[in-house]
T-cell receptor, first 111, second 114 residues
Framework: AQSVSQHNHHVILSEAASLELGCNYS??????LFWYVQYPGQHLQLLLK??????LVKGIKGFEAEFIKSKFSFNLRKPSVQWSDTAEYFC?????????FGAGTTVTVRA | DVKVTQSSRYLVKRTGEKVFLECVQD?????MFWYRQDPGLGLRLIYF???????EKGDIPEGYSVSREKKERFSLILESASTNQTSMYLC?????????????FGDGTRLSIL
């Protein structure tokens, strides 16, 4: 079964700073990769997904992620964060019938 | 827009009680899932169902059972609640198993077992 590692447990940033969250999964083959976000008090929402093709995928709210097959990585980026990006972010990998999730990264953006 | 509705946002029960968590989706999805979310552990799959009356164990099924009598409804049952089952429970659905389609999540039920 896949295991998913998110490098940071908690990240604290100021507004307009750039954000990068690391995600690595355990083994190769055909993978489908996802980033989900959970804003305080809300349900998990899909930020972006990778199935195939261009390894640089763009999602909602200015987020993007890069799939690097050789590194088993799918890192999330945003060039300039806003206070409203304060949330918990989860990386997930499609593992046969299910999703395997990372432990999550809490992002706090200071105004 | 897909709507996944969980019956309660907050629930408090006592040790030994039988607890039912309900989830309903309105998009005729075949697959439904129950996860628990704990700090530092992310989401862990308890059970999933790929069709009516069909169920499969996930990674942490011990102490839980599920029921799917109708396509839109997937229930999680704690047979005899224990304090280590205090957690946030998330229900999700998606159209089919294949193709890595994203799952759609409910708001969650925060369950406390006293």
């Amino acid at each position: 079964a896949q295991s998913v590692s998110q490098h940071n447990h908690h990240v604290i940033l100021s507004e307009a700073a750039s954000l990068e969250l690391g995600c690595n999964y355990s083994y190769g083959g055909t993978v489908n990769l996802f980033w989900y976000v959970q804003y305080p008090g809300q349900h998990l929402q899909l930020l972006l997904k990778y199935f195939s093709g261009d390894p640089l995928v763009k999602g909602i709210k200015g987020f993007e992620a890069e799939f690097i097959k050789s590194k088993f990585s799918f890192n999330l980026r945003k060039p300039s964060v806003q206070w409203s990006d304060t949330a918990e972010y989860f990386c997930a990998v499609n593992d046969d019938y299910k999703l395997s999730f990372g432990a999550g990264t809490t992002v706090t953006v200071r105004a | 827009d897909v709507k996944v509705t969980q019956s309660s946002r907050y629930l408090v029960k006592r040790t030994g009680e039988k607890v039912f968590l309900e989830c309903v989706q309105d998009m005729d999805h075949e697959n439904m899932f129950w996860y628990r979310q704990d700090p530092g552990l992310g989401l862990r799959l308890i059970y999933f169902s790929y069709d009516v009356k069909m169920k499969e164990k996930g990674d942490i099924p011990e102490g839980y059972s599920v029921s799917r009598e109708k396509k839109e409804r997937f229930s999680l049952i704690l047979e005899s609640a224990s304090t280590n089952q205090t957690s946030m429970y998330l229900c999700a659905s998606r159209p089919t198993l294949g193709g890595g389609q994203p799952q759609h999540f409910g708001d969650g039920t925060r369950l406390s077992i006293l």
